[in-house]
């Protein structure tokens, strides 16, 4: 067997050492209930409040405005469906774009049973939405705007600070999906100018099941969780301890490595060494500049993505096509993109990590040309 490479960090990544660190006492020794106020409560309370802080620290907010959530999931219906449900009285209409996940799609369809008007932006050819289609899509009855910070097929960064200023100019709540750039570029709120944005843990090496909603102060929401009075009375449950040192202490990690300048090199050392083998017969999906950088995301001109695949096992890697009885369904991403078929049928997405070295990504070029 050979040795196995992981290049699918935009799916999830390794939980980081500190993380695993901070997590060690809180399965081990303090169990106590963070609403408790004695001596087992208040460690976990002060644990909790410290992650927090530590989120707020990444994302360039007042540790208030941080509500720890199960994800990213559960972060964006929370901002899609708070927003909807606390300003039914200003209206129905929810602007957003084709190739946000569907996370943000579904619960947009699923208001749209409840009366939601949804209007769904196209992009470009990069997958770049132009901030005045945004600008001519609200009406008087528009109540939210959710545009992701990053795709996460392709990498595009969407032009969120232009977005932003519409939206604020128009009074209108502004929320991003920043699942795919939290860790990975500045997610700063102020920067970008949201009023919503949303993170998840397993991406930015923290574990699966936690993430935030960052909630800027005076947004009209309403909780997700209806119950006690946790998390300031945004979602109820008895918080998440466990998982909330880790996605705080993975958050304060992240600091560092903003930007990834090594990992850009290597992507883009990878990307030259398609092009070497491969030609004209690779061609790029996303914005050629503007996108994150560990993505590269590649059509195999010709070729079926997961037949490429299936040939290199031991590489962990996504495709962007369906295959299913001989015929080949385009991922709605790539579709709106306008990729054609015959091109993007051969996508593969390579996401590289923190750890990600080039002697692993040499051993998958040789590997895709002694398959070629
Ligand atoms: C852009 C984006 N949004 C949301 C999600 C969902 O996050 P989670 O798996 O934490 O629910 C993902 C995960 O794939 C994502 O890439």
Redesign the pocket.
């Known amino acids: 067997m050979r040795r196995r490479i992981y290049l699918d960090f935009?799916?999830s990544t390794p939980i980081c050492p500190e993380a695993v660190e901070a997590m060690r006492p809180f399965l081990a020794d303090h169990y106590g209930n963070p609403s408790s106020l004695h001596w087992a409560g208040m460690p976990a309370k002060d644990a909790v409040e410290k992650a927090r802080g530590q989120v707020a620290g990444l994302l360039g907010c007042d540790p208030t405005e941080v509500v720890f959530t199960?994800?990213?999931?559960?972060?964006?219906n929370h901002a899609i469906k708070g927003v909807f449900f606390a300003n039914r009285d200003r209206g129905d209409h929810i602007v957003t774009t084709t190739v946000?996940?569907p996370?943000?799609l579904n619960p947009c369809r699923f208001l749209e049973k409840l009366g939601a008007r949804v209007t769904v932006l196209p992009v470009d050819r990069d997958g770049m939405v132009d901030p005045n289609d945004i600008r001519r899509a609200i009406t008087s009855r528009t109540i939210l705007i959710t545009v992701?910070h990053?795709?996460?097929e392709v990498g595009t960064i969407e032009p969120i600070p232009g977005i932003s200023a519409i939206a604020r100019e128009a009074g209108i709540p502004f929320h991003t999906?920043a699942?795919?750039t939290v860790g990975k570029i500045s997610a700063d709120v102020e920067e970008l100018g949201v009023d919503l944005l949303?993170m998840?843990?397993?991406?930015v090496y923290a574990p699966?099941g936690i993430?935030a909603l960052y909630m800027r102060e005076g947004t009209k929401i309403e909780p997700f969780v209806h119950g006690a009075g946790h998390e300031a009375g945004r979602r109820a449950g008895t918080e998440n301890v466990l998982l909330a040192v880790a996605l705080g202490a993975a958050c304060e990690a992240a600091r560092k490595w903003i930007g990834m300048p090594r990992v850009k090199a290597l992507r883009d050392r990878f990307r030259d060494g398609l092009r070497g083998i491969f030609g004209e017969q690779v061609t790029l999906n996303g914005h050629p500049t503007e996108r994150l950088p560990n993505t590269l995301n590649v059509n195999f001109v010709g070729r079926v993505g997961a037949e490429i695949l299936a040939m290199l096992p031991e590489v962990a890697a996504s495709t962007g096509a369906a295959c299913h009885a001989g015929s080949v369904t385009l991922s709605p991403v790539l579709a709106a993109m306008g990729v054609p078929p015959e091109e993007g049928m051969g996508a593969i997405r390579f996401s590289l990590g923190r750890t990600t070295t080039w002697e692993e990504l040499a051993e998958v070029l040789d590997r895709l040309g002694s398959n070629s």
């Open positions: 935009n799916a199960s994800g990213g999931s559960e972060s964006n946000e996940h996370a943000t992701m990053a795709n996460n999906d699942a795919q949303s998840a843990g397993h991406k699966k993430g």
